[in-house]
């Protein structure tokens, strides 16, 4: 496995910390911490640039807050100098792990997300005609810290680069375990932590049709006994190798014709006839009640 070094001067480069602002930006526009950062950029930048290269540069706490989406979730909001910083890892980081990354992994790539995810569902539907489909449970709370920084020196070897990405995995978590969720680097990271999984079920089993958005993850066949004789192994290999359990009460084995519960979505294989490349899919039940909800409660505040 090729691991990658000299990392650091261009992590650390002007050049690259002002895109990392412009990025971070994006999300913050108007939002008061943002705008003191902005009023002094250069020397903000500056300081930043200083701090990562004396080694002195430390995250600061997150600030919670909880949203309902339809579960109760703990929204992590880094500094917003924190998440230049972020950007700025990631964009060293991206390019080196969008070369090993599945095609079928969607979530948080360029060029993915969910929508792309169903779509390949559907084809994936069509083709087979069995799916299971899983996800892990409570993912980013389960995340070990110290599996998760072994990834990253698999394919990092510059230790500076390093020593950074381990401050930002460890700000957060209790007790070595857990990403907090709503970070960009939690999201890379997560995706990371997956990889190996990916691969596992791709080459080691030899599954033809499989993809993942985050931790939720589909396997096709068109022979049911097939898909059941993968359920152990993919269990065996996330509990011994990253230390995660799938969740019980997502785990579903059935035929394409029922229909597959996905991001949000009840995917069905057929095309409506009319208009041919119009996917047959409709939003799920669940997702349905909670926009309703969302609504109602939108249309209370005044």
């Given at each position: 496995?090729?691991?990658?070094?000299?990392?650091?001067?261009?992590f650390t480069a002007f050049p690259n910390l002002l895109l990392?602002?412009?990025?971070?930006?994006?999300?913050?526009?108007?939002?008061?911490?943002?705008?003191?950062?902005?009023?002094?950029?250069?020397?903000?930048?500056?300081?930043?640039?200083?701090?990562?290269?004396?080694?002195?540069?430390?995250?600061?706490?997150?600030?919670?807050?909880?949203?309902?989406?339809?579960k109760e979730r703990t929204i992590s909001v880094a500094a917003?100098?924190?998440?230049?910083?972020?950007?700025?890892?990631?964009?060293?980081?991206?390019?080196?792990?969008?070369?090993?990354?599945?095609?079928?992994?969607?979530?948080?790539?360029?060029?993915?997300?969910?929508?792309?995810?169903?779509?390949?569902?559907?084809?994936?539907?069509?083709?087979?005609?069995?799916?299971?489909?899983?996800?892990?449970?409570?993912?980013?709370?389960?995340?070990?810290?110290?599996?998760?920084?072994?990834?990253?020196?698999?394919?990092?070897?510059?230790?500076?680069?390093?020593?950074?990405?381990?401050?930002?995995?460890?700000?957060?978590?209790?007790?070595?375990?857990?990403?907090?969720?709503?970070?960009?680097?939690?999201?890379?990271?997560?995706?990371?932590?997956?990889?190996?999984?990916?691969?596992?079920?791709?080459?080691?089993?030899?599954?033809?049709?499989?993809?993942?958005?985050?931790?939720?993850?589909?396997?096709?066949?068109?022979?049911?006994?097939?898909?059941?004789?993968?359920?152990?192994?993919?269990?065996?290999?996330?509990?011994?190798?990253?230390?995660?359990?799938?969740?019980?009460?997502?785990?579903?084995?059935?035929?394409?014709?029922?229909?597959?519960?996905?991001?949000?979505?009840?995917?069905?294989?057929?095309?409506?006839?009319?208009?041919?490349?119009?996917?047959?899919?409709?939003?799920?039940?669940?997702?349905?009640?909670?926009?309703?909800?969302?609504?109602?409660?939108?249309?209370?505040?005044?």
């Open positions: 496995m090729k691991r990658y070094g000299q990392l650091f001067e261009n990392a602002y412009q990025k971070a930006r994006r999300g913050a526009v108007g939002k008061p911490e943002a705008q003191a950062f902005a009023f002094h950029l250069e020397g903000e930048l500056f300081q930043l640039q200083d701090e990562l290269m004396n080694g002195s540069y430390q995250p600061r706490p997150y600030r919670y807050f909880q949203i309902y989406d339809p917003f100098r924190d998440r230049v910083v972020h950007h700025a890892l990631i964009n060293i980081l991206e390019p080196i792990y969008e070369r090993c990354f599945i095609f079928d992994s969607y979530a948080t790539r360029k060029g993915k997300g969910t929508h792309k995810a169903i779509r390949r569902a559907q084809q994936f539907l069509r083709r087979t005609g069995w799916f299971w489909k899983s996800d892990i449970d409570k993912y980013f709370d389960s995340i070990r810290q110290d599996m998760l920084r072994d990834l990253l020196e698999r394919k990092v070897k510059d230790k500076r680069l390093l020593e950074i990405a381990g401050r930002i995995v460890c700000n957060g978590g209790a007790e070595g375990v857990g990403l907090p969720i709503g970070n960009l680097t939690s999201q890379f990271f997560a995706n990371v932590y997956l990889n190996g999984f990916d691969h596992f079920v791709k080459e080691d089993l030899g599954v033809k049709y499989y993809l993942r958005y985050m931790d939720d993850f589909a396997l096709f066949s068109p022979d049911k006994t097939q898909l059941k004789s993968w359920r152990g192994p993919v269990r065996k290999y996330l509990n011994d190798n990253l230390g995660l359990q799938l969740k019980a009460s997502a785990s579903f084995l059935n035929s394409a014709p029922n229909g597959l519960t996905f991001l949000g979505r009840r995917i069905f294989p057929k095309i409506t006839p009319a208009i041919s490349h119009v996917e047959h899919a409709r939003i799920a039940t669940k997702t349905q009640r909670h926009q309703i909800r969302t609504k109602f409660s939108a249309d209370l505040v005044f």
